[in-house]
């Protein structure tokens, strides 16, 4: 059942994220136990695995906001190893559709170095414009964010994610509210920022019809690592059939 | 200063504004072009991260530290009833961010506590309610200059807090988790705006009144955010639509001779209302 246990092969010489004997316990509940990941530069993880596995907790953990035993580092292609700086792309909240924050408000906020209820300065607005044309975005700057459709949404805050530059990408359920053609979009945009910037991408989805397309590497957790894989290697394995094959049984049962 | 303000007013074209005219009209002038835009500015964040029944319960639990502080023997009961709440603000926040409740049920919980004590002090021993009636209506022509600098002093130190905060503050209100992989420590960013909230409402509440305080942390923006496409149209709207009610709002009462701060109140209604027309004809 222990695969990728023998951390210390990791990265290879590549840069990389990597978790060693990650572990949570939460009001007397471990969450997570002995966990180990390695997400390589240029590489898309595919996370997956049943409600209440830990995905957003060890979210939680790389993002520095959750207590935790183990190790989280992000190792440079010299070896050199530092904190992980992160872009996370959180699941899309829901905003009124009257809110009155514009895509542009956003940036502003979140660059933090300039008051967002004044009068932007124009360089920061062409900055902002930069940022957005990353993922195709420049028109919808002055869009307030309510009126974004969910796959807009998405891709803005991408862009977000992607100023500044980190060195891991993070994306929680990207697919969720997002319609087919949205979700085709954002892949082909994720596939376009991984060359691009030779980011280590690590994804959590629910969505398992076309992860062989896009995830170099599929990771099936529940508490730790069951199985590490290529997306077929883990959809065929004991393991991923017991996590949800059974779990459906008793369900119906 | 005050000097100055008097002979500003002097230029106005009405009979109480002339030299020699009537000074707590013009000292309750300056006191709303002061109170006004502070609420205005609040009332943006008060009503983009939800707060608006957190700054009711505040209203109603400053009493209770009024009734601390008169029990305690304190001259001036503002102060203690501005330290109770931001005592109250920071337990608040702490409950909030340590506890799976949602913040109307923790809110809930904070506030018939505060005020079931103050009800329980007022009234401790056979004691009267009625010498708090005062605090609930609020009278704005009784304010005087040392007062309006408290409240310009007040201005100043949200301005800064806006300057400061701004950017903070909207982007944990967006999204908390987002806010906190970008730096942002979120819970303080919470109980500074909570605090500063606190400090207006108990500050202010002898002139504006508690029973209608939390219309001026709500309507400028309810209405501001109809009109509004971005944060700053928000600010504009709110500020401005604050200010302007809050004159016509003393006029008013001036003329009619009502309490001011329902006078205010129902100008604020009313530039809602007309937002939400103005909404319509614009979509």
């Known amino acids: 059942m222990s695969v990728n246990r023998h951390s210390g092969d990791g990265c290879q010489g590549a840069c990389c994220l990597r978790v060693t004997g990650l572990g949570v316990v939460a009001q007397g509940k471990t969450i997570l136990r002995s966990l180990d990941l390695h997400v390589h530069c240029g590489q898309i993880v595919a996370l997956i695995g049943p409600n209440g596995a830990g995905k957003s907790t060890l979210f939680k953990a790389i993002l520095g906001q959750q207590p935790h035993t183990g190790s989280i580092e992000f190792e440079r292609s010299g070896g050199k190893k530092t904190r992980p700086l992160v872009g996370y792309v959180p699941q899309s909240p829901a905003f009124d559709r009257g809110e009155p924050i514009s895509v542009l408000d956003l940036f502003v906020a979140a660059g933090n170095a300039w008051p967002a209820f004044l009068p932007v300065p124009k360089g920061m607005r062409e900055k902002v414009r930069q940022c957005l044309a990353r993922v195709h975005g420049e028109g919808l700057m002055d869009q307030k964010l309510g009126s974004l459709s969910g796959g807009e949404l998405q891709r803005v805050l991408l862009a977000l994610a992607l100023e500044p530059l980190p060195h891991v990408l993070m994306l929680d359920e990207p697919f969720s509210g997002v319609d087919v053609e949205g979700e085709l979009r954002l892949l082909r945009l994720l596939d376009e920022v991984r060359r691009r910037f030779d980011l280590s991408i690590l994804l959590s989805t629910h969505d398992f019809s076309n992860l062989a397309d896009y995830a170099d590497k599929v990771v099936l957790m529940k508490e730790t690592v069951l199985k590490v894989g290529t997306p077929r290697e883990v959809m065929d394995s004991p393991e991923f059939a017991a996590v949800f094959h059974l779990r459906l049984r008793e369900g119906e049962g | ?283």
């Open chain 2, 1 to 283: 200063m005050m000097e100055l303000w008097y002979r500003l007013v002097s230029l106005l074209p009405f009979s109480w504004a002339e030299a020699g005219g009537l000074t707590f009209m013009k000292n309750a002038l300056l006191a709303i072009v002061v109170i006004s835009p502070l609420f205005g500015l609040l009332s943006t964040m008060v009503v983009t991260d939800r707060m608006s029944f957190f700054s009711d319960a505040l209203g109603h639990s400053a009493f209770t530290g009024i009734a601390i502080g008169a029990l305690c023997g304190l001259s001036s009961p503002m102060w203690a009833a501005a330290a109770f709440a931001l005592v109250l603000s920071a337990l608040f926040t702490w409950v909030r961010y340590h506890t799976d409740l949602h913040s109307d049920t923790v809110i809930g919980v904070f506030s018939s506590t505060a005020v079931a004590l103050g009800i329980f002090i007022a009234t401790l021993g056979g004691g009267s309610f009625t010498k708090f009636n005062a605090y609930l209506v609020g009278d704005i022509l009784s304010v005087e200059p040392g007062m309006i600098g408290l409240l310009a002093v007040l201005l100043l130190l949200v301005a800064l807090l806006w300057l400061t905060s701004f950017d903070r503050l909207l982007l944990t209100s967006i999204h908390p988790a987002l806010a906190g992989s970008r730096g942002v420590r979120v819970a303080l960013q919470e109980w500074l705006f909570t605090a500063a909230i606190a400090l207006v409402v108990t500050l202010s509440m002898t002139w504006v009144g508690l029973l209608v305080i939390n219309s001026l942390l709500v309507l400028p923006a309810a209405a501001g955010r109809n009109l509004a496409r971005n944060v700053r149209q928000y600010h504009l709207f709110s500020i401005l639509g604050a200010l302007v009610c809050g004159v016509a709002g003393l006029f008013l009462s001036y003329y009619v001779g009502s309490s001011t701060g329902a006078c205010v109140t129902l100008c604020l209604a009313l530039y809602f209302l007309l937002s939400i027309l103005g909404r319509r004809a614009r979509a």
